[in-house]
């Protein structure tokens, strides 16, 4: 079975860092895509980036296009999303998500294409 873990959230201060982390088990890795999303309250999920487990394939949501950046590792079987200046709005539950067919047929980022979700992990950004 599919097992997403995510790690790193944490709280921050505006224009600081952070590294957030999804370690994925449980399926044949390059038939997938891996996103992150986000979620504040009150507010619906949206989609941050992805990326292709095939051939690293990346979609970027163009306001965080310079902020934040994906990437995979395929030994460690991980991606992560580096956070670079960030601001108060980016205050969410960060989601890693799977895509079962993102790495054959890669996909943008959307909630209805990812199937399996891990548990979150909180970023706050406040001084």
């Known amino acids: 079975q599919v097992q997403l873990v995510e790690s790193g959230g944490g709280l921050v201060q505006p224009g600081g860092s952070l590294t957030l982390a999804c370690a994925a088990s449980?399926?044949?890795?390059?038939?997938?895509?891996i996103g992150w999303f986000r979620q504040a309250p009150g507010k619906e999920r949206e989609a941050v980036s992805c990326?292709?487990?095939?051939?690293?394939?990346?979609y970027n949501v163009d306001s965080m296009k310079g902020r934040f950046t994906i990437s995979r590792d395929n030994a460690e079987r991980s991606v992560y999303l580096q956070m670079n200046s960030l601001k108060p709005e980016d205050t969410a539950t960060y989601y890693c998500?799977?895509?079962?067919?993102?790495?054959?047929?890669?996909?943008?980022?959307?909630?209805?294409?990812?199937?399996?979700w891990g548990r979150g992990t909180q970023v706050t950004v406040s001084s």
């Open positions: 449980g399926f044949r890795w390059d038939f997938y895509a």
């Open positions: 998500a799977a895509d079962p067919s993102g790495g054959l047929a890669f996909k943008q980022c959307e909630v209805k294409y990812y199937e399996d």
């Open positions: 990326i292709s487990l095939s051939d690293g394939s990346i």
